[in-house]
């Protein structure tokens, strides 16, 4: 993966969330994909920490943009691995400052998320 194919899947990305289009947010994931985040512990009232699959992924998703309509996220930097990349941003929700680390399958879709936040 080069910079610039990380920094464009980043961009596009952040741009999908800022629209709160949950199926382009979507179109960055792969079918089999496991995102693992402390903020899905609290939406799973602490049952699991990892949503697993794009049917799971939506429902979360368009819950919390639902419930945070003004959602905002701003790219920060973006760190460049072999299978994919560390994505920086703040988000306006608490103030945050986020990390998620997002390995890609073959087609350039995410397979594999792990979040994080300071």
Known sequence: MT???ARAFAAEWVSAFNAHDV???LSHYAPDVRLISPFYLRYSDGRTDEVCGLDDL???FSSALNRFPNLRFEMLEV???SRGMC???HTNLD???AM???ELDRTGRAVRVTCHYV
């Open 87 to 89: 994505i920086r941003y």
């Open 23 to 25: 199926e382009l947010v």
């Open 79 to 81: 760190a460049v691995g």
């Open 58 to 60: 939506r429902s979360y």
């Open 95 to 97: 103030d945050r400052i």
């Open 3 to 5: 910079d610039a194919e």
């Open 100 to 102: 998620e680390c997002v």
